[in-house]
């Protein structure tokens, strides 16, 4: 059983026991259909449950498994990029272990990537049983984000998708530390084309993205492909200054006029919050750029592997 491997399924694994083994199941049986030699390779990232124990079980049972487990949780985005590290097939796909990708749609990922396209996307046309707040969220997101970047970022995709294995190599000479996959991807180009789906509910266990990990993933696609943030300061501060212009205007107008001066300390107070905010706001988001350029700087390893199984070179290569 020594077939050369084809597709490589990159799978990060976050806490997913009581789905692994179905989602196993689920792409070995779509996987088999191809007739070609494939590895499933699950990234483990620092789960706390049995995932990594199921996963290993799996891959005394059968040699298409590996598993790469993380020294801790490094994050989603990190998973994948150390799936795509070390995965070796021709075509790469990254999915999702809850099985709201559905594993089927892969063949139609195939069918594309023959025809001669380089990264095939699935673009979610519906999103069934997450919150209307994650939704509505999700969608005014990736429209803030096309609306401010100049790469065609594709709205209403994860990071579902195949990559040939010349996307793949491009995308390991990106280093940046606080990624945003699904936008490097579109940013290293190619020949890009999508498939459609309709997302399912998780097969099971809940999400894994809270809100403060959904809003770091949010602020990591805004500041690594948009200057736009930075810029605002200036708007807002020559809009502020315009308005003080005015201000002075109208109040000569008044004092000449002799009309009684509009007094208290209310109006004042009320400029002084909205301008002290302003200004806060705007340090804050110079401060999410200043932090990311210090991740560059001090450029520590994407993320440490402690063990793997089922891999051929077994070394623990703790590289970025
Ligand atoms: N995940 C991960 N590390 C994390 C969080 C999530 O590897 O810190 C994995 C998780 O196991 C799943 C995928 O990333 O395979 C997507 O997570 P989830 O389904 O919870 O996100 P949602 O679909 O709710 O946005
Ligand atoms: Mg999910």
New binding site residues.
């Given amino acids: 059983m020594n077939t050369r491997i084809r597709y490589s399924i990159v799978?990060?694994?976050?806490?997913?026991e009581e789905v692994i083994t179905k989602t196993y199941r689920r792409l070995k049986q779509v996987m088999d259909q191809t007739g070609e030699g494939y590895e499933l390779l699950f990234?483990n990232?620092?789960?706390r449950d049995h995932s990594a124990e199921l996963i290993q079980a799996l891959s005394e049972t059968d040699d298409a498994v590996k598993l790469i487990n993380f020294s801790r949780?490094?994050?989603?985005q990190i998973?994948?990029t150390a799936g795509m590290d070390y995965a070796s097939g021709d075509a790469v796909v990254v999915?999702?272990?809850?099985l709201?990708d559905p594993p089927e749609l892969i063949l139609e990922m195939i069918g594309k990537w023959r025809e001669g396209y380089d990264v095939v996307y699935a673009k979610r046309l519906e999103r069934k049983g997450?919150t209307w707040f994650?939704k509505q969220t999700a969608s005014l997101f990736y429209r803030i984000l096309r609306a401010s970047t100049d790469v065609e970022i594709p709205v209403d995709t994860?990071?579902f998708r195949l990559m040939d294995r010349k996307v793949c190599e491009e995308m390991k000479r990106l280093s940046e530390k606080n990624r945003f996959v699904r936008g490097l991807v579109s940013w290293v180009g190619f020949r890009q084309t999508s498939v459609e789906y309709v997302r399912d509910e998780?097969e099971a266990?809940?999400?894994?993205?809270p809100l403060r990990?959904?809003l770091k993933l949010s602020l990591d696609g805004l500041t690594s492909f948009s200057f736009k943030p930075l810029k605002l300061a200036s708007w807002l501060g020559g809009a502020l200054s315009l308005s003080g212009l005015l201000y002075l205007a109208i109040i000569l107008i008044l004092k000449l006029s002799a009309h009684s001066m509009i007094s208290g300390w209310h109006a004042v107070a009320i400029i002084q919050l909205f301008c002290t905010g302003m200004i806060l706001i705007v340090l804050g988001i110079s401060g999410e750029y200043i932090g990311r350029i210090y991740d560059e700087a001090r450029d520590r390893p994407l993320y440490i592997v402690r063990d793997s199984f089922g891999l051929n070179k077994r070394e623990n290569k703790a590289d970025s």
């Fill in positions: 799978v990060p694994v976050f806490n997913e990234v990232d620092g789960s949780n490094f994050g989603h998973a994948i999915i999702d272990a809850d709201q997450e994650k994860g990071d998780r266990g809940e999400t894994k993205y990990k959904m």
